[in-house]
């Protein structure tokens, strides 16, 4: 039985379908190009704009390779969920994409599918350092998202466990 959110299936579905299946594939100019979105780098903080039906993603060009990677996934999910200007929006609306775009942004840039994959060292450090460099994300972002991993699998384990009971 399968244990995944909408947004991990739907990453996984959209990887596949771009023949994105193996982390180092995980690529802003590839993804971005298999996308059709065009992706510019300047001096302002990172955003999403819409001209007709072009998308295009500004990332802060001042950023890490790290940072620019999962600010790209948090901006990729503003193209292909979201619509509008959030200077017009109500600023619980506006907090709900944020939120949900940094819920995106940890799966996209680690997705579940590629981890289940990789036989994880059981010194937490070492996992940590292993995803950070496969997924080529920062240290922080690497122990929240092992530490997102772990708990989801521990969960499921455990449903698991009680629907055996009944």
Known sequence: MSYT?????????????????LPHQLDVNEIAYKLGILVYFWDNPSQVLFLGD????????????KQLWQDFCHELCHVLFHSGSQEKMPYSWIEYQEWKANNFMVQACVPTFMLNKI???????????????????????????????????????LDAKAAKMY
Request: proline fraction near 3%; avoid cysteine; hydrophobic fraction near 40%.
């Open 54 to 65: 072009q998308a295009y993603i500004f990332l802060d060009q001042n950023l890490s390779p």
């Open 5 to 21: 959110t909408y947004t991990e299936d739907f990453i996984e579905s959209l990887y596949t379908k771009l023949e994105i299946l």
């Open 119 to 157: 036989n994880l060292p059981e010194s937490e450090d070492k996992a940590i350092q292993l995803i950070q460099e496969l997924f080529n994300v920062e240290w922080d972002f690497a122990y929240k998202r092992l530490a997102q991993y772990k708990n989801n699998r521990f969960m499921h384990e």
